[in-house]
């Protein structure tokens, strides 16, 4: 438990674990809570999502233009797990504060891509395609490695849900379904490119440098279960394939989700403390 806390949580500047409240955006028994708070789905989803959100050049350039991520892919990974913890089980004024924290960190991102076009960060479009990567990936974890049995009406309240956080980080259009969803992302694939930056960013999410020997195996367990649950195209896009068999991957992935939910069943994590 301690190895996975120092994972999200930066313990040399004295973050903790984000406290649950009971007058967050969204209330006890919402579907995102039940979805963000699972440990081993998010951290397969959230790898998942970095990739397919980074196949948009505009997506990518704002990160690699802006941002220390060649030293610090740890930082960031654990900066969006604070964030979507935050917006998903904090009090409303703390979520509130960071959504205008990460606005206007926004309004100062901007430039241009290799080929000249010009991107911002808080270019509403844009924003959607960073939504909707990663809601897909997030609620496709939660399926393959906490709800398999996930209805249809549900998975539709998550992206309901999820899309309240998009619309206040203003992105539009944001898709309010699964069937919404699958059609944003189709819109945006005559967008999506690779290059040798897409490459470097892929190898350096992948290979995030392992903090302990007992963090090795895991990390590299995940990282197979992230490449496994990417969308097909994505996968294609980015050439990878796990190593090992997709059944002994999610056999694998399965039983370490179940042993951390038992792990941390004390906790609460879906519910307000």
Do not use: C
Not at 34 to 57: E, K, N, W, Y
Not at 135 to 145: H, S
């Amino acid at each position: 438990m301690r190895e996975v806390r120092s994972t999200f949580n930066d313990q040399a500047r004295g973050e903790r674990p984000v406290p649950a409240s009971d007058q967050a955006l969204f209330p006890v028994g919402s579907v995102i809570r039940r979805v963000h708070g699972d440990v081993t789905s998010m951290m397969v989803g959230g790898v998942a999502a970095l990739l397919t959100q980074m196949l948009h050049p505009g997506a990518l350039a704002g990160v690699w233009d802006h941002s220390d991520v060649n030293a610090d892919m740890l930082g960031r990974l654990r900066r969006t797990a604070r964030f979507i913890a935050t917006t998903t089980y904090a009090h409303r004024d703390s979520a509130m504060e960071a959504i205008a924290k990460v606005k206007a960190i926004h309004e100062q991102v901007g430039g241009r891509l290799p080929d000249g076009t010009e991107y911002r960060a808080t270019d509403p479009w844009l924003l959607a395609w960073v939504h909707v990567a990663g809601a897909i990936n997030f609620l496709d974890g939660w399926r393959r490695y906490g709800e398999p049995g996930m209805s249809g009406a549900d998975q539709d309240r998550y992206f309901a849900e999820h899309g309240e956080i998009a619309r206040l980080l203003d992105a539009d259009p944001v898709p309010r379904s699964r069937a919404e969803a699958e059609r944003l992302v189709r819109e945006f694939r005559p967008e999506l490119r690779t290059d040798e930056r897409t490459r470097t960013y892929r190898d350096l999410v992948l290979n995030v440098p392992a903090r302990s020997m007992a963090q090795a195996p895991v990390q590299l367990l995940l990282k197979n279960a992230a490449i496994d649950l990417l969308p097909p195209f994505a996968r294609k896009m980015h050439v990878l394939s796990p190593p090992l068999a997709g059944t002994v991957v999610r056999g694998a992935t399965y039983g370490l989700a179940s042993a951390l939910r038992w792990a941390f069943a004390g906790e609460r994590y879906r519910t307000a403390k």
